[in-house]
């Protein structure tokens, strides 16, 4: 693996946490099954939506739009 500073003077103490970073995501991804998915973030997994419900019409049904009830 080759780290190429292109822009500033990092001291060794900065370029040795930027390199642990880069080596822990690379163990990670390669510690992962081949066709497994990567990971999904929370707000976007579908067991979310089934938690919330949707306003129900009715007066000032307007302003709990958008607010969690």
Same mark, same amino acid.
């Given at each position: 693996?080759?780290?190429?500073?292109?822009?500033g003077?990092?001291?060794?103490?900065?370029?040795?946490?930027?390199?642990?970073?880069?080596?822990?995501?690379?163990?990670a991804?390669?510690?992962?099954?081949?066709?497994?998915?990567?990971?999904?973030?929370?707000?976007?997994? %579908?067991?979310?939506?089934?938690?919330?419900? *949707? %306003?129900?019409?009715? *007066?000032?049904?307007?302003?709990?739009?958008?607010? %969690?009830?």
């Open positions: 693996m080759t780290i190429k500073v292109v822009r003077n990092p001291t060794p103490e900065e370029l040795a946490a930027a390199l642990a970073v880069v080596r822990a995501r690379a163990a991804a390669a510690a992962q099954p081949s066709g497994a998915e990567p990971p999904r973030a929370a707000w976007s997994a %579908p067991a979310r939506l089934v938690l919330r419900t *949707l %306003p129900q019409p009715g *007066l000032h049904s307007w302003a709990r739009a958008h607010w %969690p009830a």
